[in-house]
């Protein structure tokens, strides 16, 4: 049992380039997120998936997109990467909504240049 | 608009000490809040969570303590530990409404030994 698991661990971009973070978990959880750490911000969230086929946008959704592959994966999309984009991203699931534990996978440190 | 602010920043404390963090909230239809512990490179973690039908929540040194009518809750480490030198985030849902949690800023533990 992985738990949620993420690729890549480290990544360095130049501006304008694109990619694609994945995340899947392996424990039949319903709801995932997507945050981003930076230093004196808090975990901010992203993009969130209440249940497979939906998605909504978070506190910070601008230059991201998601897609809720399957119950099990929920990738994040940077279409033309910025600096400001620079952060560590985590990823996260729970059983049932905003009431219950959420499982955080070991996060992608990503550097745009 | 930050919904949960956390307090302090930054905590410095003696081995042996307690540590206090606190946080306050602002809407009053939030009635989860988790406390997670998260150490350098790794993700967040679930430490300990409340439901505002307690005023005060145990497990082992670590304690919530939650005052509904002031809105606001806190984390005691008792006995504060080398070992438990950590980045810790409140965070607080609405488990019957938004899948989200809200995320306290954080704040930075150091416990000298």
């Known amino acids: 049992n992985a738990g949620v698991t993420q690729t890549p661990k480290f990544q360095v971009l130049k501006t304008g380039q694109s990619m694609t973070l994945q995340c899947a978990q392996d424990m039949n959880h319903n709801s995932m997120y997507w945050y981003r750490q930076d230093p004196g911000m808090g975990l901010r969230l992203i993009y969130y998936s209440a249940s497979e086929g939906t998605t909504d946008k978070g506190e910070v959704p601008n230059g991201y997109n998601v897609s809720r592959l399957n119950k099990r994966e929920f990738s994040l999309r940077l279409e033309s990467a910025a600096p400001s984009q620079t952060s560590v991203y985590f990823c996260?699931?729970?059983?049932?909504?905003?009431?219950?534990?959420?499982?955080f996978g070991p996060g992608t440190r990503l550097t745009v240049t | 608009q930050q919904q949960v602010k956390q307090s302090p920043q930054s905590l410095i404390v003696q081995k042996g000490g307690i540590s206090i963090i606190n946080c306050a909230y602002e809407?009053?239809?939030?009635?989860?809040f988790p406390w997670y512990q998260q150490f350098p490179g790794k993700g967040p973690a679930l430490l300990i969570a409340?439901?505002?039908?307690?005023s005060e929540k145990k497990e082992g040194r670590f304690t919530i303590s939650f005052n509904k009518s002031a809105k606001q809750f806190s984390l005691h480490i008792m006995d504060s530990q080398p070992g438990d030198s950590a980045t810790y985030f409140c965070a607080a849902s609405n488990q019957g409404g938004s899948e989200k949690l809200v995320f306290g800023k954080g704040t930075k533990l150091t416990v000298n030994p």
């Open positions: 996260a699931s729970t059983w049932d909504r905003g009431g219950s534990e959420q499982y």
């Open positions: 409340i439901r505002p039908d307690v």
């Open positions: 809407n009053t239809a939030f009635d989860y």
